[in-house]
């Protein structure tokens, strides 16, 4: 098994495009709108392995996909694991005083100190935070390094927010209000500022890259959501990213960039149980739909808030086909179709452990592609972890600076 600085990334980017494109007829279709999927057929055994894994394996599967994996027999496996094993970068700084999480969430502000201590910050650079929120990350930039700091956030009240946030602690922040879509967010790149930015979405930070690139600004970026784009099928940023899509024929749209950033952080037993539930539900109305309607086609049910699933199938079952404008007779016995969700339920689990495998390769994907628009502006460009992913799933890290400019 190569280490994680063995593979170049050019390397790790066109194996990622071959491999991409050679398996996705296993990981475009998602097992719980397709009853049976395609590679079922192609390997009758697989499918025949994964029924036949118990809960705690699935369990395991799904957080540690790549260590001891009996798909290992038909898929790359391997591979897919040394492709995607990116080394934790170095630390540039310690811990945070406890003190200065005050105001921000658990989690939240382990992720904010987590960032802070990859940051390689110089006292030439000129801090910018790109999509601040209420700014947390910027004011505790600010205290750090006795700085000022910038923060680009669209919400007003947000903004309003940080500003008392800061003024309370006395960091030296700038809360700025700004539309960072607007053709005037350029005016704050140059080439001293250093922008960091921790899980902007799609196109916010698509086009701080792109600014960047432009203006010749330091960046540190945790990407996040690349599904939240306007364009419905995904461009590669880089030249040569554009180079691999057509040399191998690959084509993302927006489903396959959210497959990139599905949930992969394990949740409280409660709510995975109450997911598990509404999931076996919409499995048990799907194939209920499935025979009312007299068609074996999936039927999107819009979803539910957190809290507002109905307490018995019954009730799911009323509500789902009053949404979908299906007539739902009285006679029917639901008893069945919910036996039938769970079952479907146990099966999509085990078969999506398929598609898993897929998911970190095409993260790892798009941050490459990422990587290689800042190397072909002139950048050196660092990919790398900055934290477990316990304290988020999207813990990758891109650190460049355009080159001759000191670090
Ligand atoms: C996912 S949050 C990240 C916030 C913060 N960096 C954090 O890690 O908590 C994205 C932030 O971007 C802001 N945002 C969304 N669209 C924006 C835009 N066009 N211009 C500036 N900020 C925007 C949102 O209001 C939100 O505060």
Not at 39 to 47: G, V
Not at 203 to 228: F, I, M
Not at 308 to 334: I, N, T
Not at 363 to 375: C, F, G, N, S
Request: proline share 6%; net charge positive.
């Amino acid at each position: 098994m190569l280490k994680p600085c063995a593979l170049s990334t050019e390397r790790r980017f066109s194996r990622l495009t071959s491999l991409l494109v050679e398996w996705q007829s296993f990981w475009r279709p998602a097992p719980f709108m397709q009853r049976n999927p395609p590679w079922q057929q192609r390997f009758p055994e697989l499918a025949e392995r994964l029924l036949r894994l118990s809960d705690s394996e699935v369990e395991r599967l799904h957080s540690l996909p790549w260590q001891n994996s009996p798909l290992d027999d038909w898929l790359p496996v391997a591979e897919l694991a040394d492709l995607v094993r990116l080394a934790p970068l170095d630390a540039t700084s310690g811990a945070l005083p406890q003190s200065w999480a005050v105001h921000v969430g658990g989690r939240k502000w382990q992720q904010i100190e987590a960032f802070i201590q990859h940051l390689p910050i110089t006292a030439e650079d000129s801090l910018l935070e790109w999509c601040a929120g209420k700014g947390h990350l910027a004011r505790a930039l600010a205290r750090q390094h006795a700085v000022p700091v910038t923060a680009l956030e669209w919400q007003a009240e947000l903004c309003e927010k940080g500003r008392q946030l800061a003024a309370a602690q006395q960091a030296p922040v700038r809360m700025q209000q700004q539309d960072v879509l607007n053709a005037d967010a350029a005016r704050f790149l140059a080439a001293q500022t250093h922008a960091v930015a921790l899980h902007a979405c799609g196109d916010l930070h698509q086009r701080l890259l792109e600014l960047a690139a432009q203006s010749g600004s330091a960046v540190a970026l945790a990407p996040c959501c690349y599904h939240r784009t306007q364009a419905e099928v995904y461009r590669p940023m880089s030249q040569r990213g554009r180079q691999l899509y057509e040399a191998y024929g690959l084509q993302l749209d927006r489903d396959d960039l959210t497959l990139a950033v599905q949930e992969t952080v394990t949740a409280p037993q409660g709510v995975r149980r109450r997911r598990e539930q509404a999931n076996a539900w919409r499995l048990g109305f799907d194939a209920l739909q499935r025979e009312l309607r007299g068609t074996d086609r999936y039927l999107p049910v819009p979803s539910l808030a957190y809290g507002r699933l109905p307490d018995h199938f019954s009730g799911f079952c009323r509500w789902a086909a009053e949404q979908k404008g299906l007539d739902l007779p009285a006679s029917v016995h639901l008893a069945p179709y919910e036996r039938i969700g769970w079952e479907r339920q146990a099966e999509v689990k085990r078969f999506e452990l398929v598609r898993h495998l897929f998911r970190r390769p095409l993260e790892v994907w798009l941050a490459l592609d990422r990587v290689a628009l800042l190397k072909e502006a002139g950048y050196s460009v660092e990919l790398g972890t900055f934290c477990a992913p316990q304290v988020t799933p999207r813990n990758l890290l891109i650190r460049a600076r355009k080159a001759g400019q000191a670090a």
